[in-house]
């Protein structure tokens, strides 16, 4: 009988110019930071839990600070200078994950609020018993 063949993953190749979007989604529980190209390819991405963070600390504005700066000098090494911030969420960390990477050599062009708004979405839960 033949051994069964190792199948390797074929690596795309990304094109990194200057200008990219930064995408930041930052919740009660984590934060994830991922750069990509206009065309939505992933250059660099980074999360709390990667970064070693556990637990309360993940939620963190110093977490989130130090998300966006591994990001940031992932894709800054690929050729990334300018950067689209499109945030979503409400967690904590997500002005102090701007201001890193603003202080990590991105310029910032735009920031944009990308949080789902829901028009009369789920039934609201009943009132807790006293």
Aim: charged share 30%; net charge positive.
């Amino acid at each position: 009988m033949a051994a069964p063949r190792k199948s390797k993953a074929k690596k795309r190749k990304v094109i990194v110019s200057s200008e990219g979007i930064a995408h930041i989604k930052a919740s009660f529980n984590n934060i994830i930071v991922t750069l990509t190209n206009k065309e939505g390819q992933t250059i660099s991405w980074s999360s709390a839990g990667e970064q070693s963070f556990k637990g309360a600390k993940k939620s963190t504005p110093f977490a989130a600070k130090q998300v966006a700066r591994s990001a940031t000098q992932k894709a800054y090494n690929e050729g990334l200078r300018s950067v689209e911030v499109r945030t979503k969420g409400i967690g904590l960390g997500r002005e102090h994950a701007i201001r890193s990477l603003t202080e990590e050599g991105l310029e910032v062009t735009r920031i944009k609020d990308i949080t789902p708004q829901p028009f009369n979405g789920c039934r609201p839960s009943k009132p807790r018993k006293p």
